[in-house]
Nanobody, 124 residues
Framework: QVQLVESGGGLVQAGGSLRLSCAASGRTFSNYVMGWFRQAPGKEREFVAAISRSATSTFHADSVKGRFTISRDNAKNTVYLQMNSLKPEDTAVYYC?????????????????WGQGTQVTVSS
């Protein structure tokens, strides 16, 4: 089992920044691909970003490319999502998730473990 706990969400004005953190415990963190997803009210959960086990590969959704950056610190068992130039359409609950292999990194159904989510609200 892997336990994931997100933090860092909040209310921010458009154009502002937030940094989300996801702390992992349980099994060896470096054995897992980590992903960030988000879900806005009335919408399906969507992929935001993913990072490989050793951080050599990252991928960001087109909607956040150039504004958001995923990173990880395996020594601290933590994955981060730096969010800059936030827009009102970024408002959602943000979730981190873990899976053992890179294949299918953008598919939420491929992930085995999920955090409880953290709310991000961007005001216009």
């Amino acid at each position: 089992q892997v336990q994931l706990v997100e933090s860092g969400g909040g209310l921010v004005q458009a154009g502002g920044s937030l940094r989300l953190s996801c702390a992992a415990s349980g099994r060896t963190f470096s054995n897992y691909v980590m992903g960030w997803f988000r879900q806005a009210p009335g919408k399906e959960r969507e992929f935001v970003a993913a990072i490989s086990r050793s951080a050599t590969s990252t991928f960001h959704a087109d909607s956040v490319k150039g504004r958001f950056t995923i990173s990880r610190d395996n020594a601290k068992n933590t994955v981060y999502l730096q969010m800059n130039s936030l827009k009102p359409e970024d408002t959602a609950v943000y979730y981190c998730a873990a899976k053992p292999v890179w294949k299918g990194y953008s598919n939420n159904k491929e992930y085995d473990y999920w955090g409880q989510g953290t709310q991000v609200t961007v005001s216009s």
